[in-house]
C-alpha cells in the first residue's frame, strides 16, 4: 500500500507542475477579457513570440550530449538475506550513450516557478559482469562472465514547480522547488564471455565451460525509478545592456530524491528452468540525489547556447526478488541493494521568452 501511495503522489506532483502553468496563462487571458472594450485590440502583427511572453517568463532547451552510465545489484541466497548473503551481483559499468533533451524553465507572474525536461539516450557500449558466489561477503566465486551492453535506451523525465525569490533587479533568483520524476533504464545483455567455472554449491546447476558463450544470448534487465522530490533552483544573470536580454546566465538545481519506488523486470532467455519474458523482478524502496549545472550564452535576443552538466545519484533499500519458474513456481529471496549513478555533458540551443 506504501508504494501505491507514493506513486499517487508522483503522478499528483507532476499533473500539478504541468496544470499549474496552463491554470494561471487561462485566468489572466480572462481577466483581460472581463476588462471590456477599453482594453487596446492587438495588433495584427504581433508576434506568437509577443503572445507568449506577456504571460510566461523562461526558456525552452533542445540539446544533444554524452551520458555515461553505472548500475548494479546484488541478491542473497534466500528471504532472510543469508546462504550467502550474496549469492548473485550483476554489475554494468563504462555505459556510454548518446543524449537528446528537451527542456523548459518559466516563471509565470510573480509567484510560480516551474521546470522541467525528457531525455532519451540510446546506449552505444558497456560491460557487464556476472558473478555468483557460494561463501559470504563475494567469497567462494564459482561462476564469472563478461558480456556487452548496447543497443538499447535510457529515459527521463523530471517535472516540478516552487516559489520564485529574486534580488539585485531580478539578477538573482532563489526558488525552493517540489516536483516527481521517472527513470528508465533498458540494459540488455550479449555477446558474452564466460571467465570463470568451478564446481557450485549443492542445488545449484553447473556453470558453462570458460569461453564463449551461446551466441543467442540476448537477455534484459529493465528497470524503472519513480519518485518525488524536493530541491532549490539559483539562477544568476549578467546586467543587460539598452533593450537587450542578459549577454549570460548560470544555473545550479539541487534535488533530493525521496519516497522513490523501484522495479525492475528481467527476461534470461537462455534459461530453460526459469519463465519467459518474465524471468524474475526487483521491487524495492529508493532515493537519490541530483545536481545540475548550466551556462546560457546569448548569440541573439531570442536564442543562446546551453551548456548543460547533469549528475545523479541513486540507491535503494533492502527488498524482494519473485523469480518465476517455467514450471509455473515462484521464489521469493531478498534483493540487497541497487545502486546507479549517471551523469550526462550536452550542448544545445534556448529559446528566450522575455
Not at 543497443?151 to 517540489?178: I, S
Not at 536580454?245 to 544555473?251: C, D, I, K, L, T
Not at 543562446?304 to 523469480?323: F, I, K, M, P, R
Request: net charge negative; aromatic share 10%.
Amino acid at each position: 500500500m506504501g508504494r501505491i501511495l507514493r506513486r499517487a503522489c508522483c503522478w499528483i506532483l507532476i499533473c500539478i507542475a504541468v496544470q499549474t502553468p496552463l491554470t494561471q496563462k487561462a485566468a489572466a487571458e480572462a481577466d483581460s477579457n472581463d476588462s471590456g472594450s477599453s482594453a487596446p485590440a492587438a495588433s495584427g502583427t504581433q508576434t506568437v513570440y509577443q503572445t507568449i511572453s506577456k504571460h510566461v517568463k523562461g526558456t525552452v532547451t533542445l540539446g544533444a550530449g554524452l551520458r555515461f552510465d553505472e548500475f548494479d545489484w546484488n541478491i542473497a541466497g534466500n528471504a532472510a538475506g543469508s546462504n550467502p548473503n550474496i549469492l548473485s551481483e550483476l554489475s554494468w559499468s563504462d555505459i556510454e550513450s548518446q543524449q537528446l533533451s528537451l527542456g523548459a524553465k518559466a516563471q509565470v507572474g510573480e509567484h510560480l516557478y516551474g521546470r522541467g525536461h525528457v531525455n532519451y539516450a540510446w546506449i552505444d557500449s558497456g560491460t557487464v559482469r556476472d558473478s555468483d558466489y557460494g561463501g559470504d561477503n563475494r567469497t567462494q566465486e564459482w561462476s564469472r562472465s563478461i558480456c556487452e551492453s548496447n543497443d538499447d535506451e535510457l529515459w527521463d523525465v523530471v517535472l516540478g514547480g516552487g516559489y520564485p525569490f529574486t534580488f539585485n533587479q531580478r539578477r538573482w533568483l532563489l526558488a525552493p522547488m517540489l516536483g516527481g520524476s521517472i527513470h528508465k533504464q533498458n540494459l540488455r545483455i550479449t555477446n558474452g564471455r564466460q571467465v570463470l567455472s568451478a564446481t557450485p554449491p549443492p542445488g545449484y546447476d553447473p556453470p558453462p565451460p570458460v569461453g564463449p558463450l551461446n551466441s543467442q544470448l540476448n537477455s534484459l534487465y529493465e528497470a524503472r525509478w519513480m519518485s518525488v522530490w524536493s530541491g532549490l533552483d539559483v539562477r544568476y544573470q549578467m546586467a543587460a545592456k539598452a533593450d537587450n536580454p542578459p549577454p549570460m546566465e548560470w544555473g545550479l538545481s539541487l534535488t533530493y530524491h525521496f519516497w522513490g519506488d523501484y522495479q525492475a523486470e528481467a527476461n534470461w532467455n537462455l534459461r530453460e528452468d526459469l519463465a519467459h519474458p518474465v524471468s524474475f523482478e526487483h521491487e524495492a524502496d529508493g532515493s537519490g540525489i541530483g545536481l545540475q549545472a548550466e551556462w546560457l550564452i546569448r548569440v541573439s535576443r531570442y536564442l543562446n547556447v546551453n551548456l548543460n552538466w547533469n549528475y545523479s545519484q541513486w540507491e535503494t533499500d533492502a527488498g524482494d526478488v519473485t523469480v518465476h519458474y517455467s514450471d509455473g513456481g515462484e521464489q521469493l529471496t531478498r534483493l540487497n541493494e541497487v545502486n546507479w549513478d549517471s551523469q550526462s555533458f550536452m550542448i544545445g540551443l534556448a529559446l528566450r521568452f522575455y
